[in-house]
């Protein structure tokens, strides 16, 4: 039997004894039955039994078979576990998350002894899965937190290799900041296209953020212990772009390096190649790329052999390249060759909920970088910043922020500040609500911005506080809970607002 009476009870009279025997073979039939999965360890860690249940998560660790799985030990199997640790301390763990390539889990792990209380293995019980109903939003939950979690340790580990010469991803998906629900579809997308060797296009308009997304999805895939080479087509010159990317064989031309020139696809074997502004590459070069993508292998601009190269491609734009296909100035034949996993990058504007967010890390950012104090935002200038257009997104966000902190004397940023800065930089522009979403107050009128060009500043205050409460509506289909946490006010306040 699993489960064993602890040898101090031996001295019990018989029948009781027996009825302590009975109790652990129930109550170890009862985990088998009714839990999620019930697993084995032996004294010296490896997996010896799976019940049925537990056999259905196979398949997510990566085994074909029970017996693939039975007889390994159990930290090779199963990532995250605290097995072994139960069987070094010999103390159970009765409550714990654990979160692995199967799901995460809700899960308990006892010691097992034998008559003379020595520890002999080790009972993990899985009570409840991500599938369970009444634990899916907390499970989900924990297992977003813990993936971001384990991305800002990559990050880490990745600034640590920086520093000591080796080029790596800068950025994990950690450091893509929002939890709208646009950005939760992107990184849902982006980390399904890492574990992919295909290309990636991401579209969007400049200042969203593609660099980093691209970092993101450099380190989350297998690739990320390879290099990650960057090339921004639009800032390198055309009569250079050749040697750039193919590199230059040993005295190709006159001038050119006696030892040769390794080109981007070279310096990114085994790694990630980021073709940044991909829609003004020359149509020239266009096919040269085509070939490499298609072929795996590039020649060097002077050279008549043919180099194998293994570098996965994430290019980038903020053009349309479908209208550039029709009029000729892209190839159609690299667009579809591109645009296999295109991921969309949403502008600041359709985002417009994870401002106060952005504010706190950018400010933050800015301040270590220019040793200053952290500022603080009221909930107007909140509001105010989240109403904008922003027609460059998140760089014109951090543009603005950075001027703010620099003017700034007390730290604490009002909204006249934002005001000054938006008008004086010319950056002023309010992003018109939807008329769409059902945005009402309570009254059940429509809330608009006033036109507020010859108003006194606070009338315009009022207009632009207006406008803010009601564009947080919108985006929040109607929820005011929501949206006084969007704007970063009480319920109450907001109730005032709406009054």
């Not at 009279?13 to 088998?32: E, G, H, W, Y």
């Not at 020139?261 to 980021?274: P, V």
């Not at 257009?389 to 006249?416: A, F, K, M």
Request: aromatic residues 6%; contains cysteine.
């Amino acid at each position: 039997m699993p489960l064993s009476v602890d040898s101090d009870l031996t001295g019990l009279p018989r029948d009781a004894q027996s009825i302590l025997n009975l109790a652990a073979k129930s109550l170890f039939d009862v985990f088998a039955h009714a839990s999620e999965g019930m697993l084995l360890v032996d004294r010296s860690g490896c997996v010896v039994w799976i019940n049925d249940q537990y056999r259905r998560y196979l398949p997510a660790l990566g085994f074909a078979s029970e017996q693939d799985f039975v007889g390994q030990p159990v930290g090779e199997v199963i990532q995250n576990t605290q097995m072994q640790r139960v069987l070094e301390t010999g103390k159970p763990i009765l409550i714990d998350l654990l979160t692995n390539k199967a799901g995460t889990f809700v899960v308990s792990r006892f010691p097992l002894r034998d008559d003379a209380g020595q520890v002999i293995g080790a009972l993990g019980v899985v009570l409840f899965d991500q599938a369970q109903s009444n634990l899916q939003p907390f499970l989900a939950k924990f297992s977003l937190m813990q993936r971001e979690l384990d991305e800002a340790r990559d990050a880490l580990a990745v600034q640590r290799r920086a520093g000591l010469g080796l080029r790596q991803a800068r950025h994990s998906f950690a450091s893509f900041i929002g939890a709208s629900a646009p950005v939760v579809a992107l990184k849902r997308q982006a980390r399904r296209a890492a574990q992919s060797s295909s290309p990636v296009l991401l579209l969007g308009e400049t200042g969203t953020g593609k660099e980093l997304l691209a970092h993101a999805i450099h380190a989350a895939s297998p690739r990320a212990k390879g290099p990650l080479v960057s090339v921004n087509i639009a800032a390198v010159p055309e009569t250079l772009l050749e040697a750039e990317f193919f590199g230059v064989a040993p005295g190709a031309y006159t001038g050119a390096d006696r030892k040769g020139r390794d080109g981007k696809f070279r310096l990114a074997d085994g790694g990630t190649l980021f073709l940044d502004e991909i829609g003004d590459m020359p149509l020239a070069l266009q096919a040269k790329l085509l070939r490499a993508l298609q072929e795996g292998e590039i020649e060097p601009l002077g050279s008549n052999r043919l180099v194998p190269v293994d570098a996965r491609v994430i290019a980038a734009t903020s053009r349309d390249l479908p209208k550039l296909v029709q009029a000729g100035q892209f190839r159609e034949d690299l667009f579809y060759r591109l645009n296999v996993l295109p991921l969309r990058v949403p502008p600041l504007r359709e985002r417009a909920g994870d401002i106060p967010a952005l504010l706190e890390v950018l400010a933050e950012d800015l301040a270590l970088r220019s040793d200053l104090p952290h500022p603080e935002f009221s909930a107007q200038a909140v509001a105010l910043l989240s109403a904008q257009h922003w027609r460059g997104n998140v760089r014109e966000l951090r543009n603005v922020i950075e001027q703010l902190l620099l003017r700034s004397e007390t730290g604490v940023i009002d909204v006249s500040e934002v005001d000054w800065v938006l008008r004086e930089s010319g950056l002023s522009q309010i992003s018109p609500v939807p008329t769409d979403v059902g945005m009402r107050s309570l009254k059940g009128e429509l809330v608009e911005a006033e036109d507020t060009t010859l108003q006194p500043l606070s009338q315009q205050v009022q207009a632009l506080e207006r406008s803010a409460v009601a564009k947080a509506l919108a985006l929040t289909g109607g929820n005011k809970v929501a949206a006084a946490k969007m704007l970063g006010v009480s319920r109450a306040k907001l109730y005032q607002r709406l009054a």
